[in-house]
């Protein structure tokens, strides 16, 4: 519809016009290192009609807030519409260092819509705020769907169903995030292995480090050196 924007993920889409209309279509990878642009041509690929049936993906971002804001697939285009119009003049003209100001308004672009999103959710997360709160200030509990919804005043069924609306996730994987999370902090603090498992409840050192290296992609100590080194600490 005129004036808004849609948000597509990884899934397959087909774009149609049904009037004369200008668009622009921004594709993006999140954690991309490079600024350099590239055409998004190279990544197009066919799929089977069918698949244009499914789901778009569920994205949620960390807004650092003690909480998860999940991806609307549409939204008013009013907030970035500016950023959108330059990156497009920055694109065709390619002044010198127009790589890093394509970044620089992507970025502003992204940051205003999530500024606006968080904006109209806020009323919203309210509803299972203290659900929210317990998962993140005691990730070392063994919460339950039942518990975490008796503390919002919900059935658990409709509460697990208001918290994925809502975070993008499902109350569990909030969990499990908190939890190497909190891991991450007492890494670089220097608590001991032992220690931090038993702290998080895990069963066994063993648990907590494949665990976590599944999560991070780092044992706890290949974590705890490069944030060491990061910060200028000493492990």
Same mark, same amino acid.
Do not use: N
């Given at each position: 519809m005129s004036g808004e924007a849609a948000y597509y993920g990884g899934a397959p889409h087909l774009l149609t016009l049904i009037e004369e209309t200008e668009y622009y279509s921004l594709h993006f990878h999140w954690n991309r290192p490079s600024p350099i642009p590239e055409h998004p041509a190279h990544g197009i690929r066919y799929v $089977?009609?069918?698949?244009?049936? #499914?789901? %778009?993906?569920?994205?949620?971002?960390?807004?650092?807030? @003690?909480?998860?804001?999940?991806?609307?697939s549409r939204f008013p285009l009013a907030a970035i519409a500016p950023s959108l119009e330059r990156i497009v003049k920055e694109y065709k003209q390619e002044k010198p260092g127009y790589p890093a100001m394509l970044r620089a308004l992507l970025m502003?672009?992204?940051?205003?819509?999530?500024?606006?999103?968080?904006?109209?959710?806020?009323?919203?997360?309210?509803?299972?705020?203290?659900?929210?709160?317990?998962?993140?200030?005691?990730?070392?509990? $063994?919460?339950?769907?039942?518990? #975490?919804? %008796?503390?919002?005043?919900?059935?658990?069924?409709?509460? @697990?169903?208001?918290?994925?609306?809502?975070?993008?996730?499902?109350?569990?994987?909030?969990l499990i995030q908190e939890k190497i999370k909190k891991a991450k902090q007492l890494l670089l603090e220097g608590m001991k292995l032992e220690t931090i498992a038993e702290q998080l409840q895990y069963g066994s050192l063993h648990y907590f480090s494949h665990h976590f290296k599944k999560e991070t992609g780092l044992t706890p100590t290949q974590f705890r050196l490069q944030g060491g080194e990061a910060t200028g600490q000493k492990s």
């Open positions: $089977p009609e069918h698949t244009f049936d #499914l789901p %778009a993906d569920t994205d949620s971002i960390d807004l650092h807030l @003690s909480h998860r804001l999940a991806v609307p502003e672009g992204l940051t205003l819509w999530l500024r606006q999103t968080a904006q109209s959710a806020g009323e919203q997360s309210t509803k299972i705020g203290p659900a929210v709160q317990a998962l993140s200030d005691h990730p070392q509990h $063994p919460w339950s769907v039942p518990q #975490l919804a %008796a503390l919002c005043g919900y059935h658990p069924i409709y509460f @697990s169903k208001l918290f994925r609306e809502e975070m993008g996730i499902a109350p569990k994987t909030f």
